[in-house]
């Protein structure tokens, strides 16, 4: 059974930080291309960064700069640090593990993060 279980949202002032976890089984974690996507209310999903197996990455303009995405390959976890926080990254984010040959994406059950101003 595949499960991704973020953690580590909450409740932050403005220009504040957070650190995001994702906790990975049932998937073979070392070759998934793993990312971080939000939803704010009202608004459709968006990217906000990904990590390939080779720890390469990329970033939403939004939050490049700001977030840092990392991996974890021997405790199977993928996290975002957010630095800087701003109101409008207000959302509920998304741990997402991309799909791999046959294998099918997944995704975390979504945790809030809000920033207040």
């Known amino acids: 059974q595949v499960q991704l279980v973020e953690s580590g949202g909450g409740l932050v002032q403005a220009g504040g930080s957070l650190s995001l976890s994702c906790a990975t089984s049932?998937?073979?974690?070392?070759?998934?291309?793993m990312g971080w996507y939000r939803q704010a209310p009202g608004t459709e999903r968006e990217f906000v960064a990904k990590?390939?197996?080779?720890?390469?990455?990329s970033y939403a303009e939004s939050v490049e700069g700001r977030f840092t995405i990392t991996r974890d390959n021997t405790r199977n976890t993928a996290y975002l640090q957010m630095n800087s926080l701003k109101p409008e990254d207000t959302a509920v984010y998304y741990c997402?593990?991309?799909?791999?040959?046959?294998?099918?994406?997944?995704w975390g059950q979504g945790i809030q993060v809000t920033v207040s101003s």
């Open positions: 997402h593990a991309f799909n791999y040959m046959h294998h099918p994406s997944h």
């Open positions: 990590v390939l197996y080779n720890g390469i990455t």
């Open positions: 049932g998937i073979n974690f070392n070759t998934r291309t």
